[in-house]
């Protein structure tokens, strides 16, 4: 099973990877219906973050970020 890395994600939405890198991130996009959800949310995050117009984040919006943070960061403390 792949795993991916967050921060070449973030670089992948910037345009910062190379095809060998985009091909990684296309594996593991198609590896799983999670994968391809969770691509789609960060890339939608990602957009907003690039857009010239500030969203207000509500309260619940944070909540549920941070748990997507902890998530994350327990995953990477686990395959260390």
Not at 32 to 52: A, D
Request: glycine share 2%.
């Amino acid at each position: 099973m792949l795993k991916i890395d967050y921060i070449l994600l973030a670089r992948h939405f910037r345009g910062e990877t190379s095809e060998e890198e985009n091909t990684i991130i296309d594996l593991w996009r198609e590896q799983s219906v999670m994968n391809g959800l969770t691509y789609k949310r960060l890339q939608k995050v990602s957009k907003s973050e690039n857009s010239v117009e500030e969203k207000v984040i509500s309260k619940e919006e944070r909540i549920v970020w941070k748990k997507i943070i902890t998530k994350i960061l327990a995953e990477e403390d686990l395959s260390v």
